[in-house]
């Protein structure tokens, strides 16, 4: 029986600044990098597997078995085959998909960036339970590589060149457009397969009119040697310990994240925050209250200064519910809550599910109330 929407707001910590501080929940050590990926199989485009990047993986995972394929997209006992469900996790761990990247639309945005880059991958090697990522693509959701930077990365010099300087300053960045240049992925995780993501903040460094900006959920060390010369926003996503636990399958612990803040801003990138997917259930407010305490305790004041927040309510989806049902049952205690939730159809042709409009709108506040309680240094871009 799911609680009632009513039930999601129970008076656990209407007052923020009552109760003893709870640290944390111990985590799990951070997953190794060849524990995030252990790469058996590789798919690949012939023009992709002899591109130099290609070879460059290929190199990287030299006891990986090669396929041929004739396209990344229609690999069918890899997409769209719910017999995979099962395989979720193992695929994402054991199985990468090079191809080279045809389209380079740049989409306008608004919200978490001005525009969307096209990105140099799509999929990733983690497998969080609410992740839209899947939807695209069917069932498994391996890491597919583009290994052509250099034609997403002219595309984007002359999109830049052509937009001009920015004149007037918005919530995206007060001076420079934006360009989210990791959609459907976590550029962070892919720096481990290769140097797509270093030649992106290689790029930024010379576009002093733009910023390029990912969110990741995974700390990568060698982000710290890219010299993004403040032209790359990292934006760590957070969510409170147990509902990262529970959700967040194969990602770096949410202390580890916050934690890493402080090197990313000191190796030259701006760090921001996602809080995201807020997750309504019963405890919620109680366990943001106790995250965002963590985070003022333990973040340098270089990190507060200036330090920005996007706040995104979880959206659902049937058919992801239905999928996780077959490998994550659990998850879907928290992010199943049909009595919360309304439907919406997606452009897609998918149905999303979304918190009730009362429901989304009183969490916002909530959680803004305790931003200003808790954290009142970190600055809300928007609130979704
Ligand atoms: S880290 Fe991001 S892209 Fe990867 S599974 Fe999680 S939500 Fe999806």
């Given amino acids: 029986m799911p609680p009632r929407p009513d039930a999601l707001f129970e008076l656990d910590a209407l007052d923020p600044g009552a109760g003893p501080r709870t640290p944390p929940p111990a985590e799990p050590a951070l997953p190794a990098a060849r524990g995030l990926l252990d790469v058996r199989e590789i798919h690949a485009e012939p023009e992709a597997a002899a ?54 639309t740049v989409r306008p945005n608004g919200r978490s960036a001005d525009w969307i ?6 999929g990733c090697a983690m497998a969080c339970a609410y992740c839209y990522v899947p939807r695209r693509k069917g069932y498994a959701n391996p890491v597919t590589v583009f290994t052509n930077p250099g034609d997403v990365i002219g595309h984007l010099g002359r999109h830049i060149a052509r937009q001009g300087r920015k004149r007037e300053p918005n919530q995206c960045d007060p001076a420079a457009w934006v360009y989210d240049i990791g959609e459907n992925g976590d550029c962070s995780a892919d720096a481990l397969i290769c140097d797509n993501t270093l030649d992106l903040v290689a790029a930024f460094r010379h576009w002093p009119t733009a910023k390029a900006s990912f969110a990741t959920k995974f700390v990568n060390p060698a982000l710290l040697a890219y010299d993004p010369r403040g032209r790359t926003r990292v934006r760590l996503s957070v969510m409170p310990p147990r509902d990262s636990r529970l959700l967040d399958i194969r990602t770096s612990p949410v202390p580890d994240r916050i ?8 190796a030259g990138y701006e760090v921001h925050f996602n809080l995201s997917p807020v997750v309504l259930r019963p405890g919620w407010q109680a366990d943001w209250a106790d995250l965002l305490r963590h985070m ?22 049937e058919e992801l519910h239905e999928v996780n049902l077959g ?29 009730r409009a009362p ?10 109330e305790l931003i200003a309680a808790h ?5 809300v871009r928007y609130a979704f």
């Avoid at 880059?117 to 799509?122: E, Y």
């Avoid at 003022?296 to 989806?317: F, G, Y």
């Avoid at 994550?328 to 979304?354: F, I, M, Y």
């Fill in 117 to 122: 880059a096209p990105g140099l991958s799509n």
């Fill in 327 to 355: 490998w994550h049952p659990r998850a879907e205690d928290v992010l199943w809550q049909p009595a919360a939730q309304e439907t919406k159809h997606s452009q897609n042709g998918g149905t999303n599910l979304r918190y």
């Fill in 359 to 368: 429901v989304k709108h009183a969490a916002v506040v909530r959680l803004g």
């Fill in 259 to 266: 934690a890493a803040a402080g090197d990313l801003l000191e």
């Fill in 296 to 317: 003022d305790d333990v973040l340098p004041a270089a990190v507060k200064a200036q330090a920005a927040a996007e706040v995104i309510m979880l959206t659902h989806n």
């Fill in 375 to 379: 954290a009142p240094w970190l600055r």
């Fill in 51 to 104: 591109s130099p990047r290609g070879l460059e993986i290929l190199a990287r995972f030299p006891r990986a078995r090669v396929v041929e394929v004739a396209s990344h997209w229609r690999i069918p006992h890899l997409h769209g085959n719910e017999g995979n469900v099962a395989r979720w996790v193992r695929v994402k761990s054991e199985v990468l998909v090079l191809g080279v990247r045809k389209t380079f």
